[in-house]
Protein backbone atom coordinates (compact mmCIF):
# COMPACT_ATOMS: atom_id res chain seq x y z
CA UNK A 1 0.00 0.00 0.00
CA UNK A 2 1.66 3.25 -1.04
CA UNK A 3 2.20 5.98 1.72
CA UNK A 4 0.43 9.30 2.08
CA UNK A 5 3.45 10.68 1.51
CA UNK A 6 4.75 9.29 -1.62
CA UNK A 7 4.77 9.61 -5.49
CA UNK A 8 4.21 7.57 -8.10
CA UNK A 9 7.31 7.11 -10.79
CA UNK A 10 5.07 8.34 -13.60
CA UNK A 11 3.92 11.57 -12.09
CA UNK A 12 7.84 12.53 -10.86
CA UNK A 13 8.68 11.65 -14.16
CA UNK A 14 6.07 13.98 -15.59
CA UNK A 15 7.43 17.12 -13.27
CA UNK A 16 11.19 16.29 -13.93
CA UNK A 17 12.74 18.81 -16.43
CA UNK A 18 10.09 21.33 -15.16
CA UNK A 19 11.05 24.36 -12.91
CA UNK A 20 8.64 22.96 -10.56
CA UNK A 21 10.44 19.85 -10.20
CA UNK A 22 10.83 19.05 -6.24
CA UNK A 23 14.71 18.52 -5.36
CA UNK A 24 15.56 14.22 -5.53
CA UNK A 25 17.53 12.83 -2.65
CA UNK A 26 18.90 9.48 -3.78
CA UNK A 27 20.00 7.35 -0.33
CA UNK A 28 20.61 4.02 -1.55
CA UNK A 29 23.13 1.80 0.36
CA UNK A 30 26.59 2.55 -1.27
CA UNK A 31 26.29 -1.45 -2.03
CA UNK A 32 22.84 -1.35 -3.85
CA UNK A 33 24.06 2.21 -5.73
CA UNK A 34 27.34 0.14 -7.06
CA UNK A 35 25.14 -2.84 -8.60
CA UNK A 36 23.32 0.36 -10.14
CA UNK A 37 25.47 3.01 -10.78
CA UNK A 38 22.67 5.52 -12.61
CA UNK A 39 20.62 8.56 -10.97
CA UNK A 40 17.11 9.03 -11.84
CA UNK A 41 17.78 12.42 -13.81
CA UNK A 42 18.70 15.34 -11.14
CA UNK A 43 19.09 13.25 -8.40
CA UNK A 44 21.66 13.65 -5.64
CA UNK A 45 23.73 11.59 -3.53
CA UNK A 46 23.42 11.91 0.46
CA UNK A 47 23.99 8.95 3.38
CA UNK A 48 21.23 7.79 4.77
CA UNK A 49 22.89 7.25 8.35
CA UNK A 50 23.91 11.10 8.39
CA UNK A 51 20.24 12.82 7.07
CA UNK A 52 20.10 14.24 10.83
CA UNK A 53 23.51 16.44 9.78
CA UNK A 54 22.09 17.33 6.44
CA UNK A 55 17.92 17.28 6.47
CA UNK A 56 18.27 21.20 7.36
CA UNK A 57 19.57 21.64 4.29
CA UNK A 58 16.47 21.35 2.61
CA UNK A 59 14.37 22.86 4.81
CA UNK A 60 11.79 25.10 3.01
CA UNK A 61 12.46 22.81 -0.01
CA UNK A 62 10.12 19.98 -1.99
CA UNK A 63 11.59 16.56 -1.74
CA UNK A 64 11.54 13.44 -3.08
CA UNK A 65 13.26 10.04 -1.55
CA UNK A 66 14.43 7.41 -3.28
CA UNK A 67 15.83 4.59 -1.99
CA UNK A 68 16.61 0.75 -3.49
CA UNK A 69 12.42 -0.29 -2.93
CA UNK A 70 11.41 2.42 -1.70
CA UNK A 71 11.22 1.27 1.70
CA UNK A 72 12.55 2.18 4.96
CA UNK A 73 15.71 4.28 4.13
CA UNK A 74 13.29 6.65 1.84
CA UNK A 75 10.91 6.16 4.74
CA UNK A 76 12.71 6.95 7.39
CA UNK A 77 15.21 9.68 6.07
CA UNK A 78 11.53 11.24 4.66
CA UNK A 79 10.38 11.87 8.04
CA UNK A 80 13.32 13.52 9.27
CA UNK A 81 13.35 15.91 5.86
CA UNK A 82 9.57 16.82 7.36
CA UNK A 83 11.18 16.99 10.85
CA UNK A 84 13.59 19.62 9.34
CA UNK A 85 10.65 21.48 7.70
CA UNK A 86 11.10 20.32 3.97
CA UNK A 87 7.89 18.81 2.11
CA UNK A 88 9.20 15.00 1.64
CA UNK A 89 7.79 12.59 -0.38
CA UNK A 90 8.96 8.87 -1.11
CA UNK A 91 8.85 7.73 -4.65
CA UNK A 92 6.97 4.63 -5.01
CA UNK A 93 8.90 1.42 -5.34
CA UNK A 94 12.29 3.34 -4.83
CA UNK A 95 14.80 3.04 -8.11
CA UNK A 96 13.93 -0.73 -9.24
CA UNK A 97 10.38 0.88 -9.98
CA UNK A 98 11.66 3.84 -11.43
CA UNK A 99 14.19 1.26 -13.86
CA UNK A 100 11.01 -1.18 -14.33
CA UNK A 101 9.03 1.60 -16.12
CA UNK A 102 11.96 2.30 -18.62
CA UNK A 103 12.03 5.78 -17.41
CA UNK A 104 15.47 7.34 -18.07
CA UNK A 105 18.48 6.90 -15.91
CA UNK A 106 21.86 8.98 -16.19
CA UNK A 107 24.95 7.15 -16.18
CA UNK A 108 27.12 8.28 -13.04
CA UNK A 109 30.15 7.66 -14.83
CA UNK A 110 29.08 10.52 -17.41
CA UNK A 111 28.51 13.03 -14.91
CA UNK A 112 31.40 15.45 -13.67
CA UNK A 113 33.25 15.59 -10.39
CA UNK A 114 31.61 18.08 -8.10
CA UNK A 115 33.01 21.23 -6.24
CA UNK A 116 32.96 20.74 -2.65
CA UNK A 117 29.83 22.28 -2.33
CA UNK A 118 28.69 19.50 -4.33
CA UNK A 119 28.04 21.76 -7.53
CA UNK A 120 28.74 20.69 -11.29
CA UNK A 121 30.96 23.35 -12.80
CA UNK A 122 30.68 23.68 -16.14
CA UNK A 123 32.87 26.80 -19.13
CA UNK A 124 31.82 27.61 -22.08
CA UNK A 125 32.73 30.81 -24.53
CA UNK A 126 30.81 34.27 -23.54
CA UNK A 127 28.18 35.86 -25.28
CA UNK A 128 26.14 32.38 -25.87
CA UNK A 129 23.17 32.06 -28.20
CA UNK A 130 21.87 28.92 -28.97
CA UNK A 131 23.48 25.81 -27.71
CA UNK A 132 25.38 27.44 -25.11
CA UNK A 133 21.98 28.34 -23.20
CA UNK A 134 20.01 24.72 -24.62
CA UNK A 135 23.08 22.95 -22.80
CA UNK A 136 22.47 24.72 -19.43
CA UNK A 137 19.16 24.12 -19.19
CA UNK A 138 18.75 20.59 -19.95
CA UNK A 139 22.04 20.06 -17.09
CA UNK A 140 20.10 22.58 -14.79
CA UNK A 141 16.72 20.62 -15.51
CA UNK A 142 17.78 16.85 -15.81
CA UNK A 143 21.42 16.15 -14.54
CA UNK A 144 22.61 18.70 -11.43
CA UNK A 145 20.01 21.82 -10.72
CA UNK A 146 22.72 22.94 -8.85
CA UNK A 147 25.08 23.33 -11.71
CA UNK A 148 27.45 26.79 -11.92
CA UNK A 149 27.92 27.96 -15.66
CA UNK A 150 31.16 30.23 -16.43
CA UNK A 151 30.91 32.13 -19.53
CA UNK A 152 34.67 33.46 -20.35
CA UNK A 153 36.43 34.86 -23.62
CA UNK A 154 37.01 31.95 -26.00
CA UNK A 155 40.64 31.39 -26.57
CA UNK A 156 40.47 31.47 -22.39
CA UNK A 157 37.67 27.99 -22.00
CA UNK A 158 40.23 25.32 -21.66
CA UNK A 159 42.40 27.26 -19.35
CA UNK A 160 39.87 28.34 -17.29
CA UNK A 161 38.78 24.79 -17.00
CA UNK A 162 41.94 23.64 -16.00
CA UNK A 163 42.53 26.07 -13.40
CA UNK A 164 39.05 26.13 -11.94
CA UNK A 165 38.31 21.96 -12.51
CA UNK A 166 35.41 23.31 -14.76
CA UNK A 167 34.13 21.37 -17.44
CA UNK A 168 34.13 23.27 -20.84
CA UNK A 169 31.61 22.60 -23.60
CA UNK A 170 30.87 23.94 -26.73
CA UNK A 171 34.01 24.69 -28.16
CA UNK A 172 36.31 22.33 -30.53
CA UNK A 173 38.40 19.45 -29.14
CA UNK A 174 36.70 18.55 -26.14
CA UNK A 175 33.87 15.68 -25.42
CA UNK A 176 30.85 17.78 -25.21
CA UNK A 177 30.74 19.38 -28.02
CA UNK A 178 29.38 19.57 -31.90
CA UNK A 179 29.68 15.84 -33.44
CA UNK A 180 29.27 15.59 -37.21
CA UNK A 181 25.77 17.15 -37.90
CA UNK A 182 25.28 16.77 -34.35
CA UNK A 183 25.40 20.29 -31.99
CA UNK A 184 26.58 19.77 -28.52
CA UNK A 185 22.68 19.54 -27.40
CA UNK A 186 22.21 16.43 -29.04
CA UNK A 187 25.70 15.11 -27.30
CA UNK A 188 24.68 15.62 -23.76
CA UNK A 189 21.30 13.96 -24.60
CA UNK A 190 22.58 10.92 -25.96
CA UNK A 191 25.36 11.05 -23.44
CA UNK A 192 22.89 11.22 -20.67
CA UNK A 193 21.39 8.35 -22.08
CA UNK A 194 17.84 10.86 -22.03
CA UNK A 195 16.99 10.39 -25.22
CA UNK A 196 13.01 10.35 -24.83
CA UNK A 197 10.39 11.79 -27.97
CA UNK A 198 10.11 15.31 -26.04
CA UNK A 199 14.14 16.17 -25.93
CA UNK A 200 14.95 14.38 -29.36
CA UNK A 201 12.10 16.99 -30.32
CA UNK A 202 13.77 19.80 -29.00
CA UNK A 203 17.02 18.65 -30.50
CA UNK A 204 15.95 18.64 -33.38
CA UNK A 205 14.33 22.33 -33.27
CA UNK A 206 17.92 23.50 -31.57
CA UNK A 207 20.18 21.81 -34.21
CA UNK A 208 18.33 23.59 -36.91
CA UNK A 209 18.63 26.81 -35.06
CA UNK A 210 22.07 26.02 -33.97
CA UNK A 211 23.42 25.30 -37.34
CA UNK A 212 21.45 27.88 -39.66
CA UNK A 213 19.58 24.44 -41.08
CA UNK A 214 16.35 25.73 -40.13
CA UNK A 215 14.48 23.78 -42.72
CA UNK A 216 14.67 20.72 -41.15
CA UNK A 217 12.29 22.00 -38.29
CA UNK A 218 9.75 24.70 -38.65
CA UNK A 219 10.15 26.20 -35.10
CA UNK A 220 13.52 26.45 -35.32
CA UNK A 221 13.11 30.40 -36.48
CA UNK A 222 11.29 30.80 -33.89
CA UNK A 223 13.90 29.33 -31.13
CA UNK A 224 16.40 31.59 -33.73
CA UNK A 225 14.73 35.02 -33.43
CA UNK A 226 14.50 34.63 -29.37
CA UNK A 227 17.45 33.30 -28.91
CA UNK A 228 18.91 36.49 -30.96
CA UNK A 229 16.59 38.85 -29.23
CA UNK A 230 17.80 37.74 -25.86
CA UNK A 231 21.09 38.38 -26.63
CA UNK A 232 20.35 41.78 -27.65
CA UNK A 233 18.28 42.39 -24.73
CA UNK A 234 21.14 41.56 -21.94
CA UNK A 235 24.41 42.27 -21.77
CA UNK A 236 25.20 39.89 -18.81
CA UNK A 237 25.50 36.01 -20.01
CA UNK A 238 24.35 34.82 -16.59
CA UNK A 239 20.87 37.13 -16.50
CA UNK A 240 20.66 36.23 -20.08
CA UNK A 241 21.00 32.70 -19.44
CA UNK A 242 18.23 33.30 -16.49
CA UNK A 243 16.26 34.74 -19.34
CA UNK A 244 16.96 31.62 -21.94
CA UNK A 245 15.61 28.88 -18.88
CA UNK A 246 11.93 30.00 -18.98
CA UNK A 247 12.46 30.10 -22.91
CA UNK A 248 13.64 26.48 -22.81
CA UNK A 249 10.92 25.29 -20.82
CA UNK A 250 8.37 26.52 -22.81
CA UNK A 251 10.16 24.79 -25.99
CA UNK A 252 10.19 21.80 -23.70
CA UNK A 253 6.43 21.96 -22.49
CA UNK A 254 5.49 22.20 -26.26
CA UNK A 255 7.54 18.82 -27.32
CA UNK A 256 6.17 16.88 -24.93
CA UNK A 257 2.50 18.40 -24.32
CA UNK A 258 1.47 20.84 -27.14
CA UNK A 259 2.31 19.45 -30.47
CA UNK A 260 -0.79 18.89 -31.87
CA UNK A 261 -2.52 21.90 -30.49
CA UNK A 262 -3.45 24.51 -33.29
CA UNK A 263 -4.65 28.01 -32.73
CA UNK A 264 -6.46 30.63 -35.00
CA UNK A 265 -8.39 33.59 -34.11
CA UNK A 266 -11.83 31.95 -34.44
CA UNK A 267 -14.95 34.04 -33.18
CA UNK A 268 -16.89 33.72 -30.48
CA UNK A 269 -19.36 36.04 -31.40
CA UNK A 270 -22.63 34.66 -32.81
CA UNK A 271 -23.56 35.04 -36.55
CA UNK A 272 -25.30 37.95 -37.90
CA UNK A 273 -27.10 36.90 -40.88
CA UNK A 274 -27.16 39.82 -43.16
CA UNK A 275 -30.68 41.01 -44.36
CA UNK A 276 -30.51 40.94 -48.33
Not at 74 to 96: P, Q
Not at 153 to 166: I, K, L
Amino acid sequence: MSSINSISPDKLARLIGTPKCPILIDVRLAEDFAAESQFVPGARRRDHASVADWAAEFSGSATVVICKRGGKLSEGVAAWLRHAGASADVLEGGHEAWAEAKLPLIPVSKIPSRDPQGRTVWVTRARPKIDRIACPWLIRRFVDPSAIFLFVAAPEVEAVAENFAAVPFDIENVFWSHRGELCTFDVMIEEFNLDTDPLKRLATIVRAADTARLDISPESAGLLAASLGLSRMYSDDLEQLEAGLALYDAFYRWCRDATDETHNWPSHKAKVKIKA
